[in-house]
């Protein structure tokens, strides 16, 4: 049964996320621009995650905007302690895609996680990514579904297209078509190409030897199996063993999505130091 409250909070998140860090708002480059001077234009570009990592693995960090680097920091500081938050409850990219795959069908869909290896296809290309500018590939903006998106979306308030590359056309449609539409859960893109989500994800996973940490977390005695949870999770983290839920903490973008369509409220996000004990099992990592 849905809940009306939960699916207000998950909508109010994401706009929250698109006046943070989408034009015309950019709250967030006019609050860090109180700490920092950049001469970037007022732009997507400026907390860009993307580019500084790349720059970071290469060398050239120092050539990066300091909010960018600022962002960078933020989001490795915040999915150490409290998971993915940024892609589970503030990216816009994301949602739309998730949205997109809501409105067909599974039996239409892809489900990747039962087709290809997952975390080596995701981690491949995350290293991929870090080295594109040093091996000579361009820049990694042509391949960026949150800056193909801001172009639509000035689109369609304002009635101006961007300056852009058909290449930005093409991974608008691999985003949210063919891994958003047509993927089971909608986040095919997160799932597999999406590097600020693998960076994200990689601190997360190194959140389990911090006490303190928060995940969601399976109480398996309340589990009575009953898939909800894994149908459900847009990021397929959730598998069933044995008749009881497992999170996969690689891909889990905590959003709280299997807690809220769990019918006996065996699912929790919490703080590590809260876990039950060993009767109720642990995450899968």
């Known amino acids: 049964m849905q809940n009306p409250a939960y699916n207000l909070r998950r909508v109010a998140s994401y706009l929250l996320g698109f006046v943070l860090f989408y034009e015309p708002f950019m709250l ?21 995650a993307r580019i500084p990592l790349a720059s970071i693995v290469t060398g050239d960090w120092q050539y990066a905007s300091p909010i960018s680097l600022f962002f ?34 599974d039996k239409y869909k892809i489900d990747w996680p039962t087709l290809v290896p997952i975390l080596p ?6 290293v991929g990514f870090l080295f594109s500018i040093w091996l000579g590939f361009g820049l990694p903006c042509i391949y960026c579904n ?20 058909a290449s930005l056309f093409a991974t608008f449609f691999l985003a949210n078509i063919f891994f958003g539409l047509f993927t089971k859960g909608g986040r095919g893109y997160c799932l597999l190409l999406c590097p ?3 960076y994200n994800s990689f601190f997360h996973l190194l959140g ?21 949870c894994e149908h459900g999770c847009p990021m397929r983290a959730i598998t069933m063993v044995e008749r009881k839920a497992q999170i996969k903490r690689s891909l889990c973008i905590v959003c709280g999505k299997c807690a809220h369509n769990c019918p006996k409220k065996a699912i929790c ?10 009767e109720y099992g642990k995450t899968n990592y």
Not at 73 to 100: D, K, Y
Not at 146 to 165: A, K
Request: hydrophobic share 45%; aromatic share 16%.
């Open 28 to 48: 967030f480059n006019q609050l860090a621009s109180t700490f920092f001077v950049d001469t970037s234009f007022s732009s997507i570009h400026v907390p860009c």
């Open 72 to 105: 960078c920091l933020l989001l490795a500081v915040s999915s150490l302690w409290f998971g993915p938050l940024f892609c589970g409850r503030l990216c816009p990219a994301g949602a739309f895609s998730e949205f997109l795959g809501s409105l067909l069908p």
């Open 121 to 126: 296809l995701r981690y491949g290309f995350f």
């Open 146 to 165: 949150y800056y193909s998106l801001e172009i639509f979306v000035n689109l369609f308030i304002t009635g101006q297209l961007l300056n852009s590359l």
């Open 196 to 198: 600020v989500g693998t």
């Open 208 to 228: 389990r030897f911090i006490p303190g940490a928060f995940n969601m977390q399976v109480r398996k005695a309340a589990c009575v199996g009953c898939t909800k």
């Open 269 to 278: 996000y919490q703080s590590n130091l809260g876990k039950e004990t060993d």
